[in-house]
């Protein structure tokens, strides 16, 4: 089982990392702009009414939309999306659902997706 504190964690141990002030929420920056790569879920529990954090799932971005479709069908207890991701390669990670060493893999793997390829891209830096 992971936790925001995991997520922090191996987030921030990446090159380049900033957490958004405000918000539970990891940036690289690339050509002079934040570029998000994982995020807490805002989940809309009101039709009407404004997304709320829900910190039990983890949104990060995925290389593609094929990736994204790969791993929603290897198990879906874990990951899943909402339409509001319909045509967006991310997905969202049920933290209680996901043991740290997968959801480092996810979180470099995402990290890698929107960081400048002049950064290092092993595992850690």
Request: hydrophobic share 45%; aromatic share 8%; glycine share 4%.
């Amino acid at each position: 089982m992971a936790t925001q504190e995991d997520v922090r964690r191996i987030a921030l141990s990446l090159p380049e990392t900033a957490e958004e002030s405000g918000r539970f929420a990891f940036s690289v920056r690339n050509k002079g702009k934040l570029k998000g790569f994982a995020w807490i879920w805002l989940e809309r529990i009101h039709p009407k009414k404004a997304r709320i954090p829900n910190p039990e799932v983890l949104a990060v971005r995925v290389a593609g939309l094929d990736e994204k479709a790969a791993l929603l069908a290897m198990d879906p207890e874990r990951f899943f999306t909402e339409t509001h991701y319909n045509g967006y390669p991310a997905i969202l990670i049920r933290l209680a659902a996901i043991d740290v060493p997968l959801l480092e893999e996810l979180i470099t793997s995402a990290w890698r997706c929107t960081a400048p390829k002049s950064l290092p891209r092993g595992k850690r830096s």
